[in-house]
């Protein structure tokens, strides 16, 4: 059953924190300098409070997991937090030392909010090398102030009903051809930042305005989200999908998109751009500090949160963990990965949207 932390209303939340006395968090000197001893002082603290946007039937078998490799320490409090009022209330808190949340799943405008006002622990956490909850230098982001579990990329979707392999694009480049007009579904919310040159992409700013043009004279069914492009790629209603995530086709009860008998299959183009699915920040002066370090590392570790996290769906597992879903089928693609932080792709972000929407005929991005 999924367990809730009882956060401030939304009418109230700011305001109250304010007006509550500081707590009693965690200093530097409360976090043990050996994993041994982290472990065991970690079983004398209360949970981790674990503010997710996973849902419950993602996250409480991650937990679990934990609590499971770690007997004794108590399993984390995850609960769902989405929205930029929960975090914004969390974020109040931290600042006002009185934290009600000890992890906290971040965005852009968080983690930027986060690093110029210096509102998160940082911790050195080359303590865990060499034990089961080591993490590997690359999901050690914002000078070690986040943890990154998982990743995400985008591919092409097709039916393999209405277009053979051989005839499919390989590359975002080529679903702008001519031949693949009235054939393409397109999402109106585009995410082909991570194209852009300025962040080590192929793409200039007017390669990018030719593609998008492009694609619109290819006449796409406009589409919004992978429900719904999945949805419409496995009626039938249109043959590829450009530039979708590949964790969508495990949504629900859809058959494994590399199955013979899959509605809707996937292409890994040449460039498979990289980004980080969870960016785990923490409390400044956490209620439990040995046991949130202890949880973070253990979710940033191979054999741990970033197996986890692609047991539910392996779209998420990271590329660099060795056999898992993406590592094997990026592998088998022969294709190039990049890894591309949230932190540069939203420094593009606005101008791409500018330049793909106005191609388009879309006065401003979809919401």
């Not at 397109?186 to 194209?195: E, H, K, L, S, T």
Request: aromatic share 10%; glycine share 6%.
């Amino acid at each position: 059953m999924l367990k809730h932390l009882a956060l401030l209303s939304a009418a109230t939340g700011v305001a109250a924190v304010f007006a509550l006395a500081p707590l009693s968090g965690a200093n530097a000197q409360d976090i043990k300098s050996t994993f041994d001893e982290i472990v065991a002082a970690a079983k004398e603290e209360p949970p981790v409070q674990w503010c997710t946007g996973l849902g419950p039937d993602e996250s409480q078998p991650i937990v679990a997991a934990f609590a499971a490799a770690f007997p004794g320490v108590p399993e984390p409090n995850d609960f769902e937090c989405f929205g930029e009022d929960a975090t914004q209330r969390v974020v109040a808190e931290w600042t006002a030392n009185a934290p009600q949340v000890d992890v906290l799943d971040m965005d852009t405008e968080i983690l930027e909010t986060i690093e110029k006002d210096n509102l998160s622990l940082v911790f050195d956490w080359s303590v865990f090398d060499g034990t089961p909850a080591a993490v590997d230098k690359r999901y050690r982001l914002f000078d070690n102030r986040l943890i990154s579990v998982g990743s995400g990329f985008r591919v092409i979707w097709y039916n393999p009903s209405l277009v053979k392999y051989e005839d499919a694009p390989k590359s975002y480049e080529e679903c702008s051809d001519p031949k693949y007009k009235g054939m393409l579904a397109q999402d109106v919310r585009p995410a082909f930042f991570d194209m852009l040159e300025e962040i080590g992409g192929p793409w200039s700013d007017q390669e990018l305005k030719d593609w998008a043009a492009a694609i619109a004279k290819n006449e796409p069914l406009w589409i919004r989200g992978t429900s719904q492009a999945f949805q419409v790629a496995s009626a039938g209603e249109r043959a590829i999908v450009c530039g979708q995530q590949l964790h969508g086709l495990f949504r629900g009860d859809r058959t494994d998109p590399s199955a013979a008998d899959a509605a809707v299959k996937f292409i890994i183009p040449k460039t498979v751009i990289v980004y980080d699915y969870l960016r785990l920040g923490f409390a400044p002066k956490p209620l439990a500090p040995n046991a949130t370090v202890l949880f973070a590392a253990w979710m940033g570790s191979d054999a741990g949160g970033q197996t986890e996290i692609s047991r539910k769906n392996p779209g998420y597992s990271s590329p660099h963990v060795k056999g898992s879903f993406t590592q094997k089928a990026i592998e088998e693609a022969g294709a190039e990965i990049r890894q591309a932080t949230q932190k540069q792709t939203s420094s593009v972000a606005d101008k791409m949207n500018e330049i793909i929407l106005t191609e388009w005929g879309f006065p401003s991005p979809a919401k």
